[in-house]
Each structure stands twice: as structure tokens, then as C-alpha cells.
């Protein structure tokens, strides 16, 4: 059957009387009965962004918890979620995103390409799947079967196959919590993942049933909504990035001179970040949002030192942000250095330690474009620091600021180019990478005379840290002795002290007094003190040739980053270092903190910090990563499942791709007129205007219409029957224009909708709907959905089941991509 038009909504006439309301007068289709006197009003009831308080006022009970105010609440929640990620986007038209999704598309290949390893053809060179390797698991280790769930990994055993003459058959054996299964090893490596938790138990809620796969088949299909959500939130953010512009820099003939200063011969890891660089600053017409990965002296400064000079010969200003103090001293004076040949760029050094009167200065030449290069902590990040014309941001170790610190770097990515310096990135950082929505060079070839450091991990003993300081110490080194926390310190110090009376020794924290602490540094930097007993104040910045050996102290307490880092600050000479790891009883041990010392052993060659973090999203908590929003989803399958449905998904981006229809083409075919009841009508203020303000809202987008209809009961409190009807088809039609729906109608107990959406896109949102009720009546065929119903439904329950089951798709629409 056809769709019926619709009949078109006709304005208010002039003719009638100002202050009478007419009898069966119609207002957007909605007849009202009877005459009465209104009040004139100023102003329009529904303001868009109207506060509560200008609203007129009257003392009404909450709205009552019902249909509209369940879509309402779960509309506002996910406006809550998206609303900072999707600030200040701009529209965009179907052309523009079909050119974009082909850029991510492009840039996704290329991240694979780089980071891991795959051919242009998306095969070969070790591919990126997550599947496990059987012969690597140990017995009560969790695994997913992709098809059958969560089970724990038994043994690997040879059995005989049934009706086989071919003698017995590799087996790895998986309990269930209703059985035993097995299956051959060659198909193994190719279903089974390993399964990580976001939390320290590692144990999962509860082993899948051989006999129940719909529960197993619902977890799985709730973690690929959470990949669908989690992509849509990239590609906008990404598509957003890309629609800013900036004229490439020109290519300064001077920079082969600045480059030809660097005194050693880059690697060609290094040769291939330099080249990338290069190619963002001064081929791109969008800001550089490069993540350079290198291992600790594996050259990722000198990258961003060529990044500056480009950016400053254009006459724009460059600021280098570091965690610590320390960095930021360190990262000063290399510049200071390399720039001394420039005499005209002026470098300025600010930070929490200055006068006040030094950091006024220094606040004034930042404004008024006298300092070139600023470099510092997170002091650069306040709202007096004002630039005069800031062309590049560099950060170096971003894992180490805050959330509000992290916030604000990330708003100045849409406006400036920004290069991220990392031996291991932040979880989401590497996750961006990964999936090619960041570009990044990975460093991963250490210089010629570097040697690889040493790893012991084992419980603490006064035996083992003597005897660890007195080698390095009887070969002419230093030592870093480092602790988790302040308390302890002297401790160590006075222990320290008695057992090598004639070794200077000093204790280093952030919470010391600014110039002792960089006397402390110095002092340690030039030889003077042999022994630094310190927090992991020093994980990052100090550069000391002479100290090979660093000892840590409850290591259980780090992070694996921390720890990498930490590790890090030894091996960087030609002399063999190493790092003695130390944790008290293994008994008090969480899980999580002994997988992530084994993993700290298992990288324990040079390059791999990149990997570890990989390893280290695997191990920690998803919180940082993903938001604490979707952590239980990917929960549901555990990480590595999740990533390759990721991997998979990102391959397959546009194929979830919805338009939505205009609003007032639109048709909804169902004859429920409500009429509002002449109490309701005396009790309403101006009702002509408040309807067609209803309208309005409708028309403009789902969250106005939420808005207007919270407003409304606000102010007048649950409305009655007929006024929630009328409401109802502002929400149906609302929620049809933006799912791709053009008209809805029905004959007898079918209902049919016809839409714009594919059958994948149709699928996925029917997989998302929390209600078999609705699921298991619709089905799509060529461009309508239709559903069947057990009986032809009175009016009214009719467009109260239509309302429910759009409410039920609409919920899918943060994983679809809506251009």
C-alpha cells in the first residue's frame, strides 16, 4: 500500500479574534475543542537553550518515569557523552564524507602498513591478529572461542578422531561450565583468543555453556556495538581534524644546514620520521598530528628539533611541553645547544620554580612574539599564557599529565601542529596509531653503540641491592635508587650511608624546594653524588652517560610504563647496564601486577616500547582507553577479540553509513488524531503557540524536541493522555527522519517503513535492540521494513508500539556513521 501524504500544517489565520481560541481549529494537524480567553504573552514558551529559571514558574510534581521520559533521558545521556567530542563540528554534506571516509580508509591502511606490519593488500608481514598461539597458553589460562565463548584452556593432548584411520590427531582441550570440548590445534591458532578483564581478578564473571551459544552470541554482539560506537566517535573527531586548514609551510633551504649540525648518522627509522615530518608540515594544508615512538635515545629529540626550526623560519612560535621540571631543564638546555648557532631565536625556559617577576617577563615576551621557542611544564598550559602567533606544539611524554592538562593539549590540535614524543604512549594514544587515525613514526632502531639493558626481577633482599650498587660502583658508575613514594626515602638514605660511608649519596623529590632539587640534579649529572635516591621524579628527562645501574624498590607500585620508562634512564652508553627490579612477598601480588613485571622481562631488548605499551593496553585497566562507558562491552569478549572486530569493522566503515530524510518529507500514516480536553486546553498558557512550538523543535533536531518537551512539564507537569499522543508522533517522526525512514504506514497488522538504510545497517540495529519483542516481528525487503504483528491493534496502542520499536532502533544510532 502507499504511503498517504500526510495533511500539510497550516499557520494560524489572521482572521480570528486575538484573544479567542476557536472550536476544533486545527494546529499541526491536532484538532483542540472549544472556545476560550487567552492571555496575550510576549514571548514564546520554547526558547532553545532557555534557563529553567526565566521559564515561567508554577510548583509542579516530577513528570512520572514513562515512555517519552525513558527516550528523553537516554538522549540526554548520550548528548552528554558526545557534546565535547563533537563541539564546534561543522556540518557536512554526503560528498564531503564519502571523500573523507575514503582519507581514513587511506590512512587506516597506512597505519597498519607501519605499525604492524602489513602489505598495502592488508596480508602477509605478520598480519595483525590476535588470535593466540595454542602452544602458548598455560593450563587455567581464559580463552574466547569466537563461536562458543569463554572456557578455560585445559591442555594439549593427542586423541583419536572418530570414524578416523589416520592414528591420533593434536587436540587442545577447553573446559565450559557444562563440559569439556576439544578441538584440533590447526583450527585452534585460528578461533581462539586470549581473554584479558578490565580488572586485576582476570577472571571472568562465568565460563560459557556448550549448550547455550545465544548468550554467548548476545555478549558478542553487544562488544561490536561497542566497536560501531567507538569508531563513529573516531571518524568525527578525525573527519573534523581534517576539515581545518593551514597553508603548508615552505621548505627553508637552511634546513639542510641546521640538519647537517646533528652529530651522529640518523637510523633509518629516524631518516623516515625526519621524512614524515617533513611532508606534514609542508605538504599538508591540515594541522600535523603526528606521534613520533621511540625508545629512550633512539633519537625521537632531534625529530622534533627539525620540526621547530621549519615551524620558527616561518615566523611562528614553537612551545615544547614536559611533565617534570627536569625534562623541561633538560629539553632547554639541548635546544639552547642546538639552536646556538641562531642567535636571533630567542629561547625562553618557564616553569613553577620562577619568581614572579621572571615569570611576568617571560609572560610578556611570549605575548608580544619576542620568545621563539617557549619550553616548559604544564605552566604553559594556563590561561595567562597568551601567544602571539603558536605555529607548533611539541609534548613530550603526554601518559604523564592529567585529564584537564591532556584536555587542553588536545584543543590546541585543532588550530596548531602538534608532534606527541613517546617511548610509550598513552593506551589510547598507541590505540589511535593502531587503527590509523594518527599518524605516527615509530623509532625502533636503537643507535649503533647502544647494548641492551639487563633485567632482574626478583623478591627484595639487602644482599642483592649491596651487592648491585658495589659493582656499579667499583667500575666507576653511578646509581639510581628509586621508590614509589616520598615516605621512605631517608630511609633508604641512612641505609645507604652506613653501608658506604665515603659515597655521596641524595635524596630527590618533587616536593622539594625548587632550587634544591636542581642543585640535586646538577650535582648528580656532573659526578658529584653517586648515588641518587629518588622517586619517579626522574622516569623521564634525565640524560647521565655514567649512571648504568638503577634499582627499584616495590616495583608492584608502577605502572609498566613507569616501569619501562624508569628503566630507561640506564643503557645509554656503549656500557652494559642494569635494572634490578625488586617486589616484597609474592603473596601480595595482584595478577595484574606480576603479568606486567613478566612483561617488563619479556621486552627486555631495545625497540620495544611501542610493543609493551601494546601489551600494557592488555594488562590495565580499560578506563584510560576507551572511557569508562564501554569498558563492561569490551569486557563482554575481552581485548583481543574486541580489537579484531575493530580491525574488521574499520575495514568495513562505510557499509555502516546512514542518511538521514529531511524532516518535513516525512509522512506518518496513522489515523490517531488526539484531542485535547478542555481542562488541559484552560489550564495551557497561548496553547496555539505552545504546539507550534512543538513543531519547531521537532523539526529542528531530536535534542530540541527533548528540551521543549522537559520544558513543558516543567512548567505545566505531566501532560494528559491526548497531549503525550500528540507528542508521540512529534517523537515518531523526529526519530524516522533521522534513522533514514521517509514514511511509515499501516495496513491491518502490518506496519511498513519505507527507508534510505542498507540491510547491514538495518541489521546492526535490529542486533542492538534490547527487546526480542520488537526484533523478531521486523524484516527487510528491497527498501521497506516491515513488521507483523499477532493482532490488528487498536489505534492509539498502534502508535504506542511504533513509538517503542523506533525508540529501540534509535538506540543503535551512536554506532552509525550519519552523513
Not at 65 to 82: K, P, Q, S, V, Y
Not at 232 to 261: C, G, I, S, W
Not at 292 to 297: E, H, T
Not at 737 to 760: C, H, P, Q, R, W
Request: glycine share 6%; aromatic share 8%; hydrophobic share 40%.
Amino acid at each position: 500500500m502507499a504511503a498517504v501524504q500526510a495533511p500539510p500544517l497550516p499557520t494560524p489565520t489572521p482572521k480570528l479574534p486575538p484573544l479567542c481560541f476557536p472550536f476544533h481549529s486545527r494546529v499541526s494537524g491536532f484538532p483542540i475543542q472549544r472556545f476560550r480567553p487567552l492571555s496575550i504573552r510576549t514571548c514564546a514558551f520554547y526558547t532553545e537553550g532557555i534557563p529553567a529559571s526565566l521559564a515561567p514558574r508554577r510548583e509542579k510534581k516530577s513528570p512520572e518515569t514513562d515512555d517519552i521520559a525513558l527516550l528523553n533521558e537516554r538522549i540526554r545521556r548520550e548528548h552528554g557523552r558526545r557534546q565535547e567530542s563533537s563541539k564546534g563540528i561543522p556540518a557536512m554534506d554526503s560528498a564531503e564524507a564519502d571523500k573523507y571516509i575514503r582519507m581514513v580508509k587511506e590512512q587506516q591502511q597506512r597505519g597498519l602498513q607501519k605499525l604492524r606490519g602489513v602489505d598495502a593488500d592488508g596480508k602477509g608481514g605478520g598480519g595483525f591478529g590476535y588470535r593466540v598461539d595454542p602452544y602458548a597458553l598455560r593450563p587455567g589460562d581464559y580463552v574466547v572461542h569466537k563461536k562458543v565463548g569463554i572456557g578455560k584452556f585445559a591442555a594439549i593432548k593427542y586423541d583419536v578422531p572418530k570414524d578416523s584411520s589416520s592414528g591420533p590427531v593434536e587436540y587442545v582441550f577447553i573446559e565450559y561450565a557444562d563440559g569439556m570440548a576439544k578441538l584440533p590445534v590447526n583450527k585452534a591458532s585460528r578461533m581462539l583468543y586470549r581473554y584479558n578483564l578490565p580488572n586485576e581478578t582476570k577472571k571472568p564473571r562465568a565460563l560459557s555453556k556448550l549448550n547455550d551459544p545465544s548468550t554467548w552470541e548476545r555478549r558478542r554482539i553487544k562488544g561490536k556495538i561497542a566497536v560501531q560506537k567507538m569508531i563513529v566517535d573516531l571518524m568525527e573527531l578525525y573527519l573534523h581534524r581534517l576539515k581545518q586548514k593551514r597553508p603548508p609551510y615552505l621548505k627553508n633551504p637552511e634546513m639542510t644546514d641546521f640538519a647537517a649540525q646533528f652529530p651522529y648518522e640518523p637510523t633509518p627509522d629516524q631518516k623516515q620520521a625526519f621524512i614524515d615530518v617533513e611532508k606534514d608540515l609542508t605538504e599538508r594544508e591540515t594541522p600535523m598530528d603526528r606521534l613520533i615512538c621511540g625508545d629512550v635515545g633512539f633519537g625521537k629529540t632531534e625529530v622534533a628539533l627539525r620540526a621547530i626550526f621549519c615551524v620558527i623560519s616561518a615566523g611562528k612560535q614553537a612551545m615544547v611541553l614536559a611533565p617534570t621540571i627536569v625534562l623541561a631543564k633538560q629539553h632547554f638546555d639541548v635546544i639552547s645547544e642546538r639552536f646556538s648557532m641562531y642567535p636571533h631565536i630567542k629561547i625562553g625556559l618557564l616553569s613553577r620554580f620562577q619568581t614572579k617577576s621572571e615569570k611576568e617577563e617571560y609572560l610578556s615576551m611570549i605575548k608580544s612574539g619576542h620568545l621563539d621557542i617557549i619550553v616548559g611544564t604544564h605552566a604553559l598550559l594556563g590561561n595567562r599564557v597568551v601567544y602571539s602567533n603558536l605555529g607548533l606544539l611539541v609534548v613530550d611524554e603526554e601518559q604523564r599529565f592529567g585529564v584537564k592538562q591532556k584536555e587542553k593539549i588536545a584543543s590546541f590540535k585543532t588550530s596548531v601542529d602538534v608532534l606527541t614524543l613517546s617511548a610509550t604512549p598513552i593506551p589510547r594514544t598507541l590505540y589511535l596509531a593502531l587503527t590509523g587515525f594518527r599518524d605516527a613514526s615509530l623509532i625502533s632502531t636503537p643507535p649503533p653503540e647502544r647494548v641492551p639493558i639487563k633485567t632482574h626481577l626478583s623478591a627484595y633482599s639487602k644482599e642483592k641491592v649491596l651487592s648491585a650498587i658495589k659493582f656499579e660502583l667499583d667500575r666507576g658508575g653511578q646509581v639510581f635508587y628509586v621508590l614509589p613514594r616520598i615516605k621512605g626515602l631517608e630511609e633508604v638514605q641512612e641505609f645507604l650511608e652506613h653501608s658506604f660511608p665515603n659515597i655521596a649519596s641524595a635524596v630527590a623529590h618533587g616536593k622539594q624546594y625548587s632550587k634544591q632539587l636542581e642543585e640535586t640534579m646538577e650535582s648528580f649529572a656532573l659526578g658529584e653524588i653517586k648515588i641518587l635516591i629518588s622517586t619517579n621524579i626522574v622516569e623521564s628527562g634525565l640524560d647521565i652517560q655514567n649512571a648504568n645501574t638503577i634499582i627499584i624498590q616495590d616495583v608492584h607500585q608502577f605502572g609498566l610504563a613507569q616501569l619501562y620508562q624508569l628503566r630507561g634512564r640506564v643503557g645509554r652508553a656503549d656500557k652494559e647496564a642494569f635494572a634490578y627490579l625488586f617486589y616484597p612477598d609474592k603473596s601480595l601480588l595482584s595478577d595484574q601486577a606480576l603479568e606486567r613485571l613478566a612483561a617488563i622481562e619479556e621486552y627486555g631488548h631495545l625497540g620495544q616500547g611501542f610493543h609493551l605499551a601494546e601489551r600494557d593496553m592488555g594488562i590495565r585497566g580499560f578506563g584510560n582507553i576507551f572511557g569508562e562507558q564501554q569498558t563492561g562491552d569490551i569486557g563482554n569478549v575481552g581485548i583481543d577479540l574486541f580489537f579484531e572486530m575493530l580491525f574488521e569493522s574499520l575495514s568495513k566503515v562505510e557499509e555502516h553509513r546512514l542518511v538521514p530524510e529531511p524532516y518535513k518529507k516525512v509522512q506518518i500514516d496513522v489515523n490517531v488524531t488526539p484531542h485535547l480536553s478542555s481542562e488541559y486546553i484552560n489550564y495551557l498558557e497561548n496553547p496555539i503557540e505552545l504546539i507550534n512550538e512543538a513543531e519547531k523543535a521537532a523539526e529542528r533536531d531530536m535534542w530540541s524536541l527533548m528540551q521543549f518537551t522537559e520544558h513543558l512539564r516543567r512548567q505545566y507537569g505531566k501532560e494528559p493522555r491526548s497531549m503525550e499522543l500528540l507528542l508521540k508522533k512529534l517523537y515518531i517522526r523526529r526519530m524516522a527522519a533521522d534513522l533514514g525512514i521517509s514514511s511509515i504506514y499501516t495496513v491491518g497488522k502490518t506496519v511498513g517503513m519505507t527507508t534510505n538504510m542498507s540491510k547491514k545497517v538495518f541489521k546492526l540495529m535490529t542486533d542492538s535492540m534490547a527487546s526480542d519483542i520488537h526484533r523478531n516481528c521486523l524484516s527487510f525487503t528491497g527498501n521497506e521494513i516491515k513488521a507483523e504483528l499477532l493482532l490488528e491493534l487498536p489505534r492509539e496502542q498502534l502508535l504506542n508500539w511504533i513509538f517503542q520499536c523506533l525508540t529501540e532502533l534509535y538506540a543503535a544510532l551512536p554506532a552509525l556513521v550519519k552523513y
